[in-house]
């Protein structure tokens, strides 16, 4: 089983300010097709988790471009640019390489 | 869209069937997924089912083997989770998602993962 691990995992912000987190696999999550199987989901409050970013850097349909995805192999990163209110909710990581599905503990974030 | 049902309030080895009604996507062409969220806790991926053309296969995680069986029924755009033998550690959010699909964005393929999720169904295994 890849483990996934997220740090940190709560994370406190004014608004307008960037925001990071970092997620780090156990091992590659490169296959054979040259693609990297990274994904990161926003839970916001009382909803269903929601996809954010796909293939490490890749905005879903719809997620606003302050946010953004990088990493490569073992490391990845979340970043906001400038955190809105609305952007609270607890991130998670996910790595989709092999089953089982397995994601990071998730990362609190709320607003200062 | 998904939207899950059967949920619900059960006994220390009882049973319940969870089901989820797919639409607005190709329904028979997509790997699918249980995911459940124990209160106050993170995300599990519990069992996956692939698409008929790669050969219905099943996964499931250690904990829930042997005590849930997942299946889909593509002429109801339907899968479910059939789940026994239910501990008090089950209790959970369950939701029901999409698992990888293929998607051309630009000429290029990219791979979606767990892109759609229903909302949701609570089970409560309590004596």
């Known amino acids: 089983e890849i483990v996934m691990t997220q740090t940190p995992l709560s994370l406190s912000v004014t608004p307008g300010q960037p925001a990071s987190i970092s997620c780090k696999s156990s091992?590659?999550?490169?296959?054979?097709?040259?693609?990297?199987?990274l994904y990161w989901y926003l839970q916001k409050p009382g909803q269903s988790p929601h996809l954010l970013i796909y293939?490490?850097?890749n905005r879903f349909s719809g997620v606003p471009d302050r946010f953004s995805g990088s990493g490569s192999g073992t490391d990845f990163t979340l970043r906001i640019s400038r955190v809105e209110a609305e952007d609270v909710g607890i991130y998670y990581c996910m790595q989709s390489k092999q089953f089982p599905r397995t994601f990071g503990q998730g990362t609190k974030v709320d607003i200062k | 869209q998904l939207v899950e049902s059967g949920g619900g309030l059960v006994k220390p080895g009882g049973s319940l069937r969870l089901s989820c009604s797919a639409s607005g996507f190709d329904f028979s062409d997509t790997w699918m997924s249980w995911v459940r969220q124990a209160p106050g806790k993170g995300l599990e991926c519990v069992a996956r089912i692939k698409s008929e053309a790669d050969g219905a296969t099943t996964d499931y995680i250690a904990p829930v083997k042997g005590r849930f069986i997942i299946s889909r029924d593509d002429s109801k755009n339907t899968l479910s989770l059939q789940m026994s033998s239910l501990k008090t550690e089950d209790t959970a959010v369950y939701y029901c998602?999409?698992?990888?699909?293929?998607?051309?964005?630009?000429?290029?393929?990219?791979?979606?993962?767990?892109?759609?999720w229903g909302q949701g169904t609570t089970v409560t295994v309590t004596s």
């Open positions: 998602t999409t698992d990888l699909r293929v998607n051309n964005v630009g000429g290029v393929f990219y791979f979606y993962a767990m892109d759609v």
């Open positions: 091992q590659s999550l490169l296959r054979g097709d040259g693609k990297t199987y």
């Open positions: 293939e490490v850097s």
